[in-house]
């Protein structure tokens, strides 16, 4: 009997004991959880966050501005360019055979021109030589004009014959003859000057507009040529060799090196605790949380929404209340070096002390 007494007395201590450990267990737990809980009201008063947000950078789409064949590829999916680097060139053939066409044109204006511009030295010499032989005529018209008085005079004093006279007025008339055809003469070689003048200026400007379709065809020439326009990545490549390429087509997709920032998507009712230039610690989930330090430079100047290709029509009747979110722009504190594994489209998660 005593023995069984001992044995329950055992089991009843063990119990009491188990119980005892059981229940400070339950207040170390509890206490446990209230410390969190209110680290987790402290915290939400002392920070704004979101996880709502991404690395954001530059992407430039690199077009085509002529079309044609492509007649080598000069990048892989996701390598590294710099800015002049060639990345497709296109068959140039026929851009080269417009090339030719434009400077042949070019060649026939700039030949109309030369003559254009010997036709006016040959007009401008003959204009002058009607001018010095008008000047001629007039002085052989003033002596025909004081021969005729004189004779005149003479011939009604019977001191000359009637066929001296007639001599002398005949070549008064011949010359007043000779004067008006050298003014005519004068007249229609000054017109030809001056429209040889003109023509020269409409010449002028054929070269002119032959130069600039030269230009132009040189232009289209060198748009065989596709080029990155700055440093970045290439996307993932999508185009062959032989592939016919449109003006104004995408051949590749470039990722810009120079900067990378987060867009964080804020509940417009946190909006107000953010300010500029606030302080922000940036988790990155794909780097195992690794934390960057940044600065809030800007906010969008509207909703998500508002920007959205389909905005939600909220006067159909069927509205509910949604609370919007307003992007915040924040620039990484760290150096390009220490970025060089954070890639645009990354999820983090971004607290803005207040």
Known sequence: MS???????????SEKKRNTILTILSFVFIIAGGIWILSLFFDFHRYESTNNAQVESYINNVTARASGHIAAIHFEANQLVHKGDTLVVL???EYRIKVKQAEADLAVA????????????TASSNQAASKEKLEGDRASLDKAEKDYQRF?????????TQNQYDQVVSKLQSTKAYLKAGEKELLASSSTTKQSYTNLEASRATVARKKADLDNALLQLSYTRIIALADGYVGERTISVGELINANQVVATLVLNQKVWVTANFKETQIERI????EVTITIDALDDKEFKGKVVGFSPATGAKFSMVEPDNSTGNFVKVTQRIPVKIDFEASAKELADVKPGMNVTVEIKK
């Open 91 to 93: 068959d140039d053939e």
């Open 152 to 160: 005149k005079n003479m011939y009604a004093d019977s001191a000359v």
């Open 275 to 278: 300010k500029q230039d606030q």
């Open 110 to 121: 700039e030949g109309n021109l030369h003559s254009l511009e010997q036709s006016i030295v």
């Open 3 to 13: 023995e069984e007494t001992a044995i329950n007395e055992t089991a009843l201590k």
